[in-house]
């Protein structure tokens, strides 16, 4: 175990290391294989290298802002690790993923997205994770038509659950599909970003990309395929284990989910936190989790999420 020692010299303690030692809690957080232990005007780190280094240019990073301004948030500290994470991704994670409607550049904003793309590159299988807004299901759909346009696979497969999110699909006319389709209007936006519009209505009616409830996956093997699962915290045990065993040569799949929203009827359990504990160990299936930092809609957002997320902590 490597240990660094950084002195904190004419530095107000209360102001740089916040509230009972909150900001370098803070940043221990983001290195749970290391330690960071402060004591009077001395931190001492401790554990890999690796981490070890990274740690040390934060805490500069952050004595520098506190020369600057006089002291430091936990904002600030998410801000320092967030931008030193995205120095230690591939670069192919940092580029654009896909060009959409009048040269859009569609890539990954922020550190998870960007993890979630590596993830992507490194496995067959991954689990991305987090609450509305943290763009899962967008960058998912553009890394699914980046493979189709790279010819890295044949076709996309999106599905979801029918899951009634407190709302009624009953009174609505057609078959299921058509009952689904209103609810997978995110997907078709965010395809309609990316695709010019006569190219995405020959690929949906040719079912190069293919859009349908998750009760249409039952008996198919997919070859060749990039498939997404979007609101899968709404799947049961067996719903998921039988969407995962589809998988076929050649194929990738993103499951996304929000473990926040489990709109199951009864307080069935969701088959997505079953399928992460039994499956996260496996050699070629990733987990990724995106939080509150992601949130790439409209600044309120944010807000909104810390919200719920405090009132369901108080449950």
């Given at each position: 175990?490597?240990?660094?020692?950084?002195?904190?010299?004419?530095?107000?303690?209360?102001?740089?290391?916040?509230?009972?030692?909150?900001?370098?809690?803070?940043?221990?957080?983001?290195?749970?294989?290391?330690?960071?232990?402060?004591?009077?005007?001395?931190?001492?780190?401790?554990?890999?290298?690796?981490?070890?280094n990274r740690i040390y240019d934060i805490l500069n990073s952050l004595i520098e802002h506190y020369h600057k301004f006089g002291s430091i948030t936990t904002e600030n500290v998410e801000t320092f690790v967030r931008e030193e994470e995205m120095h230690h991704l591939p670069?192919?994670?940092?580029?654009?993923?896909?060009?959409?409607?009048?040269?859009?550049?569609?890539?990954?904003?922020?550190?998870?997205?960007?993890?979630?793309?590596?993830?992507?590159?490194?496995?067959?299988?991954?689990?991305?994770?987090?609450?509305?807004?943290?763009?899962?299901?967008?960058?998912?759909?553009?890394?699914?038509?980046?493979?189709?346009?790279?010819?890295?696979?044949?076709?996309?497969?999106?599905?979801?659950?029918?899951?009634?999110?407190?709302?009624?699909?009953?009174?609505?006319?057609?078959?299921?599909?058509?009952?689904?389709?209103?609810?997978?209007?995110?997907?078709?936006?965010?395809?309609?970003?990316?695709?010019?519009?006569?190219?995405?209505?020959?690929?949906?009616?040719?079912?190069?990309?293919?859009?349908?409830?998750?009760?249409?996956?039952?008996?198919?093997?997919?070859?060749?395929?990039?498939?997404?699962?979007?609101?899968?915290?709404?799947?049961?045990?067996?719903?998921?284990?039988?969407?995962?065993?589809?998988l076929g040569p050649q194929s990738k799949v993103i499951v996304t989910g929000d473990t926040t929203q489990i709109d199951l009827p009864n307080h069935q359990h969701s088959g997505l936190l079953d399928a992460i504990d039994l499956l996260k160990d496996i050699e070629g299936?990733?987990?990724?989790?995106?939080?509150?930092?992601?949130?790439?809609?409209?600044?309120?957002?944010?807000?909104?999420?810390?919200?719920?997320?405090?009132?369901?902590?108080?449950?």
């Open positions: 175990m490597v240990e660094r020692i950084i002195i904190l010299d004419d530095i107000s303690l209360p102001d740089f290391l916040g509230v009972e030692n909150r900001n370098i809690g803070h940043l221990a957080s983001a290195f749970p294989k290391s330690k960071i232990i402060s004591r009077g005007n001395k931190i001492s780190i401790k554990g890999a290298a690796s981490d070890i670069v192919e994670a940092e580029q654009a993923l896909v060009y959409g409607a009048g040269g859009k550049v569609i890539k990954a904003k922020s550190m998870n997205q960007r993890k979630l793309v590596e993830a992507v590159m490194q496995h067959d299988v991954v689990f991305a994770i987090g609450p509305a807004g943290t763009g899962k299901t967008y960058i998912s759909v553009a890394l699914a038509v980046r493979a189709l346009k790279n010819k890295e696979v044949k076709k996309i497969i999106i599905t979801r659950p029918a899951v009634e999110a407190g709302e009624s699909l009953g009174f609505l006319p057609g078959d299921l599909k058509e009952k689904v389709d209103p609810y997978l209007r995110p997907v078709y936006d965010a395809l309609e970003d990316m695709l010019p519009r006569e190219k995405l209505r020959y690929y949906l009616e040719h079912d190069i990309i293919e859009i349908a409830p998750l009760a249409y996956m039952r008996g198919r093997t997919l070859h060749r395929a990039f498939i997404l699962l979007d609101e899968a915290q709404n799947t049961t045990h067996n719903q998921i284990k039988m969407f995962l065993t589809r299936i990733g987990v990724i989790y995106l939080e509150r930092k992601d949130v790439v809609r409209h600044k309120l957002v944010k807000q909104i999420v810390a919200a719920y997320e405090k009132e369901e902590k108080k449950k």
